[in-house]
C-alpha cells in the first residue's frame, strides 16, 4: 500500500480495511481522538463508540518532526525501527511490550493494545506515585533484551543479522548524536534560546571543555557500539504503568548500540525526577523512593544480566570448555561494571541535554517560577558534570546515590 499520511478523518476507513482491527471492534460504530504528546509521531485513540473501555492504540509517523513542524523533514522509516523494534521486544520480554495487532512498514503504521489504566511514568513520579513492582519490572526487560540481543546470547550470524535489521535507523541515530551528545553544549538554534542568552550557566557549560572532552568519548561510544539491541530513547515518557504491570513503548530509536544507553537513559530521567522534588515539592519521602528506585533498578539488573551471563555455555563470545568458572566469573563482574559505569556516563550527557538542549523534560523546563527552575537547572548541570567526569572510576551503586545526594 502506498504511504498516506492519516488524519482524524482518515484513520477510520483505513482501519476497515485492516482484519485485526475488524475482528477486535466487530461491528461497533468508532470513535477517534489525538491523543499524541510525544516530540515526533501523531498518535490516535480510536475506540468503540458503545464501549469505550474497548480501544485500539493508532501510531503514525510522518515525514517530519512533530515537536517542530513540516519544516524540519524527517523520514517516516523510523516507524519501520520501531515496528521491529517492538516485535523482537515482544518475542523477548512479551509482558513488558503491548499486543501488536496491524503493523505496516509502508504507512509507517503501528495499531496496538491501548493501555488504559496506565499513566506515563514522568507524570506519575512527578505526581509523587509510587510504584512498588516498577524495579522488579523494568530490570527484568533491561536484562533480558540487552541479554538476550548481545553477541552473550546470540551466536555470531544471528548478531549480525540483528545489525543489519536495525542499524540503518540512520536519522533517529543522528538526533541522538546531535541533541544528546553536541548541540545542547553549544551555542545551536535548536537550543532554549530564550533561556541560553544573558545565561551564565549555559556560558560555563559550553566553555566547559573539561565536561565536554569527556562527552565526546561517550558519544564515539555511542555510535560505534554495537553491544545489544537497545531502545534508544527509554526516558520516563517511554515507559507506561500502573500497580501491577510496566509497559515499555515507544522504541522509534532502536537500533544496536551500547549496552549502557537504556540504562543510562532511566537513570537520568529518575534523577531529573529527584531534582524536581528537591526544588519544587521538597518531599524527602518521595525523594528516597527515587533513590531506593535508582538503587534496586541497578542492582536488580545487574543480579539479573549476570545470571543469564553464567547459564549460556555457549554464544558468539563464550564457548563452553574455552575458560575456567573462576576466570569466567571474574571476566563477568568486569563486564557488568564497565555496562554500568558507561550507564553514569550516558545519564550525565542525557541529563545535561535536557537544560538547554531541545526537548526539554517537564520537571525541569516546566517548572514556571523563574527562580526554582534556574536551581533545578544548577542542579542538573553539577550532577550530570559529575556522572561524566566521573564515570569510569565509579565502583558502587552506593557512590552514584552519593553523587545524586550531595548536589541536592
Ligand atoms: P512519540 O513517538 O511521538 O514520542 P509516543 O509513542 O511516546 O509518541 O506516544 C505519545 C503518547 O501517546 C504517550 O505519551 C502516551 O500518552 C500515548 N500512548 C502511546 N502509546 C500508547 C498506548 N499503547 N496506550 C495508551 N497510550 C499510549
Ligand atoms: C527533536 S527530537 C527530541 C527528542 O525527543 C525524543 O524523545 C528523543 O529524546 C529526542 O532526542
Ligand atoms: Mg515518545
Redesign the pocket.
Known amino acids: 500500500m502506498e504511504y498516506k499520511e492519516l488524519d482524524v478523518k482518515s484513520v477510520i476507513p483505513y482501519l476497515k480495511g485492516v482484519d485485526e482491527v475488524i475482528n477486535y471492534f466487530g461491528s461497533d460504530e468508532l470513535q477517534v481522538k489525538e ?7 501523531y ?1 490516535y485513540l480510536v475506540s468503540s463508540a458503545s464501549d469505550s473501555k474497548k480501544a485500539l ?1 493508532v ?1 503514525q509517523a510522518v515525514p517530519y518532526l ?1 515537536c517542530v513542524g513540516e519544516e524540519f523533514a524527517l523520514g517516516r522509516e523510523r516507524m519501520t525501527y520501531e515496528i521491529r523494534a517492538l516485535s523482537k521486544f515482544k518475542e523477548i520480554a512479551p509482558e513488558f511490550v ?1 499486543n501488536l495487532y496491524h503493523v505496516s512498514e509502508d504507512m509507517s503504521i503501528v495499531v ?4 488504559d489504566s496506565h499513566i ?1 511514568l514522568r507524570s506519575g513520579l512527578t505526581d509523587k506515585q509510587k510504584y512498588s513492582n516498577f524495579s522488579e519490572h523494568i530490570s527484568t526487560y533491561l536484562a533480558s533484551t540487552l541479554f538476550q540481543t548481545s553477541s552473550l546470547y546470540l551466536n555470531s550470524t544471528q548478531k549480525r543479522q540483528l545489525i543489519d535489521e536495525f542499524n540503518s535507523n540512520t536519522e533517529l541515530c543522528k538526533l541522538t548524536e546531535d541533541f544528546v551528545f553536541t548541540s545542547a553544549f553549544m551555542e545551536d538554534e535548536t537550543n532554549d534560546n530564550e533561556n541560553v542568552k544573558d545565561n551564565p550557566h549555559a556560558k560555563k557549560l559550553f566553555n566547559d571543555m573539561e565536561f565536554k572532552e569527556k562527552v565526546l568519548e561517550l558519544k564515539y561510544k555511542f555510535m560505534t557500539s554495537t553491544d545489544a539491541l537497545i531502545h534508544g530513547d527509554l526516558h520516563t ?2 515507559i ?1 504503568l500502573n500497580s501491577d504491570e510496566t509497559y515499555v ?2 522504541p ?1 530509536f532502536a537500533f544496536v548500540g551500547p549496552f549502557g544507553f537504556d540504562i543510562g537513559a532511566l537513570v537520568a530521567n529518575l534523577v531529573n525526577n529527584y531534582i524536581h522534588h528537591t526544588v519544587v515539592t521538597k518531599d524527602e519521602d518521595f525523594k528516597e523512593y527515587l533513590l531506593q528506585t535508582i538503587k534496586e533498578v541497578l542492582e536488580l539488573f545487574g543480579d539479573k544480566f549476570l545470571k543469564l551471563f553464567k547459564s549460556q555455555k555457549n554464544s558468539a563470545l563464550f564457548v563452553d570448555g574455552y575458560i575456567d568458572e573462576e576466570s569466567a566469573n571474574r571476566y563477568r563482574e568486569k563486564f557488568l561494571k564497565q555496562i554500568l559505569q558507561d550507564a553514569i556516563g550516558y545519564a550525565g550527557c542525557k541529563m545535561a541535554r535536557r537544560v538547554f538542549g531541545v526537548a526539554g523534560v517537564a520537571e525541569i523546563r516546566g517548572i514556571e517560577d523563574n527562580v526554582l527552575r534556574r536551581e533545578a537547572e544548577v542542579l542538573a548541570l553539577a550532577i550530570s558534570r559529575e556522572f561524566v567526569l566521573r564515570y569510569e572510576d565509579i565502583n558502587t551503586i552506593d557512590e552514584i546515590l552519593e553523587i545524586i545526594k550531595s548536589a541536592g
Open positions: 491523543i499524541g504528546d510525544g516530540n515526533l509521531n498518535v492504540i501510531k512533530r503491548p496496538m493494545q491501548y493501555l506515563i515518557g517511554s507506561m513503548i515507544d522509534e
